[in-house]
């Protein structure tokens, strides 16, 4: 199993970035997917996930209303579309993926597999 994750870069506050994380080894559609971040300092975060047993979602207070995850199970890729970013979004971003534990915020830095971490930069 591995994921790689990739789109991270420096963004204007005010601005969009979407993350990828493409999958191999499994597939993207049995298994819940998530991200979380980590910034300098910082304990991790989780950001947001999918939940593979009815599809619902979950977002951290902080990005909601901003954030939002997708997967395509045709392209075995998940991704994280990051709108009207602020400085307090700099983080590294993981994506990450567990057969058994649930969408919930406290469990995605805890999932089985997880991405290189993908480095998110705003600017003010």
């Known amino acids: 199993v591995q994921l790689q994750a990739s789109g991270g870069g420096l963004v204007q506050a005010g601005g969009s970035l979407r993350l990828s994380c493409a999958a191999s080894?499994?597939?993207?559609?049995?298994?819940?997917l998530g991200w979380f971040r980590q910034a300098p300092g910082k304990e991790p975060e989780g950001v947001s996930c999918?939940?593979?047993?009815?599809?619902?979602?979950y977002y951290a207070d902080s990005v909601k209303g901003r954030f939002a995850i997708s997967s395509d199970n045709a392209k075995n890729t998940m991704y994280l579309q990051m709108n009207r970013v602020s400085p307090e979004d700099t983080a590294v971003y993981y994506c990450?993926?567990?057969?058994?534990?649930?969408?919930?915020?406290?469990?995605?830095?805890?999932?089985?597999?997880r991405g290189q971490g993908t480095l998110v930069t705003v600017s003010s």
């Open positions: 080894g499994f597939t993207v559609g049995d298994y819940a």
């Open positions: 990450a993926a567990d057969s058994s534990l649930p969408c919930r915020g406290r469990e995605v830095a805890n999932y089985r597999y």
């Open positions: 999918i939940s593979r047993f009815d599809g619902r979602d």
